[in-house]
C-alpha cells in the first residue's frame, strides 16, 4: 500500500514563511508527477505546482504563489517539498500532496490526508 504523508502546516502570520513535506512510503511504485494543491473552505480545489519526478523540472500552475512558493524534492528520500514564503491570509487551505503513476501521468491517484495552513492577517 502506498503512502502519502504531509507535515508542515501552522498558524503563521501573514508574511511568514512555511515549508510543507510529503513522504511517500510503503510498496515500491513509480511515479512521474508529485504534486501540491490546496483547497480552501467553500472553494474548489486548486492545482498549486508539480514536480516531474525523474528529472526535478518544477511547474508552479498558480499565478498567484509564483516567486513566493517553491516546490522541491529529495529524489533519495522520496520526499516532496513546498517552502511557502510570504504568505497571506489567502494561502489559508488544506494542502495536498498527490502522485501518479508513470504508466499514467497527470492522473493523480495516490492522496496524503492533508495539512492544515493557516495565515493570520
Known amino acids: 500500500q502506498v503512502q502519502l504523508v504531509e507535515s508542515g502546516g501552522g498558524l503563521v502570520l501573514a508574511g511568514d514563511s512555511l515549508r510543507l513535506s510529503c513522504a511517500v512510503s510503503g510498496r515500491a511504485f513509480t511515479w512521474y508527477y508529485m504534486a501540491w494543491f490546496r483547497q480552501a473552505p467553500g472553494k474548489e480545489r486548486e492545482f498549486v505546482a508539480r514536480?516531474?519526478?525523474?528529472?526535478?523540472?518544477?511547474?508552479y500552475d498558480l499565478d498567484s504563489v509564483k516567486g513566493r512558493f517553491t516546490i522541491s524534492r529529495d529524489y533519495a528520500k522520496n520526499t516532496m517539498y513546498l517552502q511557502m514564503n510570504s504568505l497571506k491570509p489567502e494561502d489559508t487551505a488544506v494542502y495536498y500532496c498527490a502522485a501518479d503513476q508513470r504508466t499514467a501521468p497527470g492522473q493523480y491517484i495516490y492522496w496524503g490526508q492533508g495539512t492544515q495552513v493557516t495565515v493570520s492577517p
Open positions: 514536480i516531474i519526478w525523474p528529472s526535478g523540472i518544477t511547474l
